[in-house]
């Protein structure tokens, strides 16, 4: 039954809402805990061998933390100045506020750009347009996961407003000319992670 609300949920409810930047705000980030990623971070630094990154829409900060633990060079971006507010004083400096519809980097600028549940808050109309900005700033790796229609908290968000299936996600990626590698077994998150690579 839960799958059949989720899935009129997509449908008819989440494209009827409008994207506010302002429900991003002190209340939406505060159940998360604040650490340091090691575990996704360490992953990544196997996997994909970055010497720079960027997490778009890094929310507290976590990930860009993991990363700088293991001597990678990361930034973060989020929309919320709540949520940075809110990161470690250990890497604050490396986030700021900025906008997914403008990020303000050079072509190729970072090894990996990660974005990471981010996709499902934007309407579907520009998403297109959103992953080419983010394949532009990067010159080897995309990571992207996106919130499932399928997912438990699919419509348990108020925010989510752009809920399809995988297969949906890879038909629009793939009609970009973007490549999607096979995402291993073990990758964090990995029934909606799609693992794109530049140049390939």
């Not at 340091?36 to 960027?54: E, G, H, I, Q, T």
């Not at 996709?119 to 080419?132: A, T």
């Amino acid at each position: 039954m839960s799958r059949i609300k989720s899935l009129i949920y997509s449908i008819f409810v989440a494209p009827s809402k409008k994207y506010k930047k302002e429900e991003f705000n002190a209340d939406y980030f505060s159940k998360l805990k604040l650490s340091p990623d090691v575990k996704k971070a360490s992953y990544y630094r196997d996997f994909f061998s970055p010497d720079n990154a960027l997490d778009v829409g890094c929310g507290i900060g976590n990930l860009v933390w993991g990363f700088v633990k293991f001597g990678i060079a990361a930034e973060g971006i989020d929309i919320s100045e709540d949520a940075i507010n809110r990161s470690s004083v250990e890497i604050r400096s490396l986030l700021k506020v900025g906008d997914i519809f403008n990020l303000e980097y050079p072509d190729n600028r970072f090894n990996l750009v990660n974005c990471s549940d981010i996709l499902e808050h934007i309407p579907e109309e520009v998403s297109c347009d959103i992953i080419r900005n983010l394949y532009k700033i990067t010159n080897r790796w995309l990571v992207l996961n996106i919130c499932l229609w399928t997912e438990k908290n699919a419509r348990l968000d108020p925010t989510h407003i752009n809920l399809h299936s995988k297969r949906w996600w890879e038909k629009k990626i793939n009609q970009l000319g973007f490549v999607i590698i096979k995402t291993p077994d073990d990758f964090p998150s990995k029934r909606n992670a799609f693992i794109i690579k530049k140049g390939a």
